[in-house]
């Protein structure tokens, strides 16, 4: 079983910058995704990248903003975030998933405790 930790969280005011960095407790080679839970809100996804580190995808509220990577020998998850706005608000999630569509929430077998990422105005 693959345990993920996640890091990086914390306050900043709108237009500040965070690294969210996930770390995996074994190597797997598998689709690792970014997901947050607003407050009172369903989690949603955030940004995927391939086993391979070629392919991303990015929910089209960070589009632009944010940065997926992953360092596989490290057996780490990154997420670079500027220009953050309060809407970014919520608790970020790291998954792994090994096969299935990459914004499939039911795709993702083992979840990270999440960091809490707060943006004031």
């Known amino acids: 079983q693959v345990q993920l930790v996640e890091s990086g969280g914390g306050s900043v005011q709108n237009g500040g910058s965070l690294r969210l960095t996930c770390t995996a407790s074994?190597?797997?080679?598998?689709?690792m995704a970014w997901f947050r839970q607003p407050p009172g809100k369903e989690r949603e996804v955030v940004a995927s990248i391939s086993a391979d580190g070629v392919e991303t995808n990015y929910a089209d509220s960070v589009k632009g903003r944010f940065t997926i990577s992953r360092d596989t020998m490290k057996r780490t998850l990154y997420l670079q975030m500027d220009d953050l706005k309060p809407e970014d608000t919520a608790m970020y999630y790291c998954?792994?998933?090994?096969?299935?569509?990459?914004?499939?929430?039911?795709?993702?077998?083992?979840w990270g405790q999440g960091t809490q990422v707060t943006v004031s105005s």
């Open positions: 074994m190597y797997s080679y598998g689709m």
């Open positions: 998954a792994i998933a090994y096969g299935g569509r990459w914004s499939d929430y039911y795709a993702y077998r083992y």
